[in-house]
């Protein structure tokens, strides 16, 4: 995992500055030095955090959406695990028996 530039209270800093409507996406870009694909991902990141209060924006559809997307994502996850430890399991019975 590589080391961020960024702290994540300076993101909730750079967030909280746009949400308050003080400045713009593109004001924090260009004053902090980063893109707005970055700050998007700081917010779909902080998004579900509570305390960041960012979930206001997103209606309950968007929200189950992206909830319905996580749950898929981690299902794909668990079957690939399943899969690789059934594997891992015949490989280890297999040599075991020589």
Same mark, same amino acid.
């Given at each position: 995992?590589?080391?961020?530039?960024?702290?994540?209270?300076? +993101?909730?800093?750079?967030?909280? $500055?746009?949400?308050?409507?003080?400045?713009?996406?593109? @004001?924090?870009c260009? $004053?902090?030095?980063?893109?707005?694909?970055?700050?998007? =991902?700081?917010? =779909?990141?902080?998004?579900?955090?509570?305390?960041?209060?960012?979930?206001?924006?997103?209606?309950?559809?968007? $929200?189950? @959406?992206?909830? +319905?997307? $996580? =749950?898929?994502?981690?299902?794909?996850?668990?079957?690939d695990?399943?899969?690789?430890?059934?594997?891992? @399991?015949?490989a280890?019975?297999?040599?075991?028996?020589?």
């Amino acid at each position: 995992m590589t080391q961020s530039r960024f702290a994540d209270d300076f +993101k909730l800093q750079v967030l909280s $500055e746009v949400r308050s409507g003080r400045k713009s996406v593109s @004001q924090v870009c260009r $004053e902090y030095g980063f893109t707005d694909q970055t700050f998007y =991902n700081w917010r =779909n990141r902080f998004s579900d955090l509570p305390d960041a209060g960012f979930t206001a924006g997103f209606s309950a559809d968007d $929200e189950l @959406q992206r909830l +319905k997307r $996580e =749950n898929d994502r981690l299902k794909l996850m668990v079957g690939d695990l399943s899969l690789q430890l059934h594997q891992l @399991q015949q490989a280890l019975m297999v040599t075991h028996r020589k």
